[in-house]
């Protein structure tokens, strides 16, 4: 026995209530325009700009250890990624760090940089060690003295390099620099490193950068909808083409408005999910649009509501199965996914529900007011009196 979401031949009136699904669109529509007017959106790293660090681990990467050593920083919007590359050392663990913009700052400072730096050295359990360099380079005069803060010399042959306990903070420069200048010695330079993590590079992202993320993403999504609007024009006729793209500009703005609504945080994924939701909401329109367009050649003679009703329930089954199927995964992503995929996970299942709701209520509905010819040799003297047949 085949699984069946809608039973076959069912017969619903997608149009006895036109006017209330049509202002329930308008009504969301209004709200997210309002809210994102007033509030804006909760922009991510990549539109409004921040710190990019490089990570290479010998151990693992943890992105829930990496995380929470982060938290307690308290540096805002804090993005962790681990990285798989072919390319890489395959005994190095390869993760991306963002951190956005701080309030006031062009980038973040070298000072929170090397607070990141503890706090991730911490979390891996790795030793800190410092590379001290005296202008005297009697380096042994300070020895005894770094020693007392537990920094133990290596066996590398370095007098100048020493290894402190892990737990140790960045607040040992200040006591090395006050050593040094206890004893008369002039401090060149103190660098630090971890035994088990490195940084590689530390990448900043300004305001005038992340602004033309911010158009270059906007054009992405109307050059979307506008090819659309050409490809569905070409394909059928203008007034299927209008419906279309309503649709996807019904659903691109609720989307948003959902995301200004919640203050999700809105970065360069969120955008991939839209240009997927417009890909997906096409789709499911242009299934219904064909079967539109073969029923109004088998049904010349039964009015355009109709002819809408019937093809909009001879796909239903497929629509719902279609939709059904994706959510399931949608969901089990939005669960067991992970904080980094979530807000794109959460804007495709918005995007897979509002979606399917326009392709029947919204492109079917100003296909019908805008009314379609059934003899393409001469012009509809019906068409734009579609509803006529509906309220009557």
Not at 107 to 132: F, M, W
Not at 327 to 345: E, H, M, P, T
Request: hydrophobic share 50%; aromatic share 10%.
């Amino acid at each position: 026995m085949r699984l069946k979401l809608v039973k076959q031949g069912t017969n619903f009136d997608f149009f006895s209530r036109w006017k209330i699904w049509l202002g329930i669109s308008a009504l969301m529509m209004v709200v997210g325009f309002a809210s994102f007017a007033i509030q804006g959106l909760n922009f991510g790293i990549d539109f409004r700009g921040g710190t990019t660090v490089r990570t290479e681990s010998t151990q693992p990467v943890d992105i829930g250890v990496y995380r929470d050593a982060m938290a307690v920083l308290e540096l805002g919007d804090i993005s962790i990624t681990e990285v798989f590359d072919p390319t890489f050392d395959a005994d190095q663990n390869v993760a991306m760090i963002r951190i956005q913009a701080q309030e006031g700052q062009e980038a973040v400072t070298p000072e929170t940089i090397r607070e990141v730096q503890h706090a991730l050295g911490n979390a891996t359990g790795s030793k800190l060690i410092a590379d001290i360099a005296l202008a005297s380079g009697e380096i042994t005069l300070l020895s005894d003295r770094v020693a007392q803060f537990g920094g133990i010399p290596t066996d590398d042959g370095l007098a100048s390099t020493f290894v402190f306990p892990n737990g140790q903070t960045f607040e040992i420069l200040s006591q090395i620099s006050d050593a040094a200048n206890g004893n008369g010695l002039v401090l060149e330079r103190v660098a630090f490193s971890y035994d088990n993590i490195s940084f590689p590079s530390v990448e900043s992202v300004g305001p005038k950068v992340s602004g033309e993320l911010i158009q270059t993403a906007a054009i992405a999504v109307i050059l979307a909808i506008g090819a659309v609007l050409i490809y569905i024009w070409l394909r059928f006729e203008w007034q299927f083409a209008l419906g279309a793209v309503a649709a996807l500009v019904h659903d691109v703005i609720l989307t948003i408005g959902v995301f200004s609504e919640l203050q999700i945080k809105f970065d360069l994924a969120i955008i991939a999910a839209l240009l997927t939701i417009v890909g997906y909401s096409l789709n499911d329109t242009v299934v219904v649009f064909d079967r539109v367009r073969e029923n109004l050649r088998k049904y010349k003679k039964k009015p355009l509501n109709e002819v809408l009703n019937i093809s909009i329930n001879e796909t239903l089954s497929r629509t719902v199965m279609t939709s059904v199927t994706t959510l399931l995964a949608l969901i089990s992503l939005y669960v067991l996914g992970g904080d980094v995929i979530r807000g794109f996970v959460f804007a495709m299942i918005w995007g897979v529900i509002v979606g399917t709701y326009s392709s029947v209520f919204v492109a079917s509905t100003i296909l019908l007011w805008l009314g379609v010819k059934r003899d393409w040799s001469k012009p509809d003297a019906n068409a734009g009196n579609q509803f006529a047949n509906v309220d009557a």
